[in-house]
């Protein structure tokens, strides 16, 4: 009997099967969903100006720390910038500053997805998802767990990292797979809704930096 490898594919979601992230819903700047209206910074833009003024009175040396606590704040985490995430929540609200004050410009409704960290402040996390779009999420709604999602139309997952071993599923392009590890080709991963374990070419995922090394 032949071997026939399954094929997974992402099912169409929303009028437009060629939109590849159409679970991205729009939100207006006022929801009244969640009683948002849009505020300008005026406490962020307030720090700044004090601590602008305590730079230029204090002299170098005050500086100096000044400098070092700036950095603190806008990398709280104390992680490294950029990095990957992905969503944890079934629905995060993207909003367009870092705050609950600011309006929602996107709702992410796709549990899993990997997403890029570009900026923190406080409690927030400014991300960038795979289609580019870009806002800021509080970090309750995201997971250090590795996703990535499949960018190519049609690829075979292997077996072994050998683009000679055998198909273990043909895997179509906008599915979310679990990354467990990449060497400098290739990255293992896994779909467990389809119970599918396998490697994939490092350069058919978004969701891990060239030359970067993925361990279990």
Known sequence: MPYSAPIIAEAPLGASAALHFPRLTGATPFDRRLDMVFRPFPALLGALVVASFTVLADGPATAQQNETASQQIRNPSGLTIPRWVSIRAKEANMRTGPGARYPIDWVLQRRNLPAEVVAEFENWRQVRMPDGTVGWVHKSMLSGKRM?????AEVRVRQQPDSRALVAAFIG???IVKLDE????????????????GWLPREALWGVYAGETVGR
Do not use: K, L, M
């Open 173 to 175: 392009e906008g599915v």
């Open 182 to 197: 990449c060497n400098q080709a290739w990255c293992r991963v896994a779909v467990n809704s389809h119970n599918v374990d």
């Open 148 to 152: 990535a999602v499949v960018t190519e």
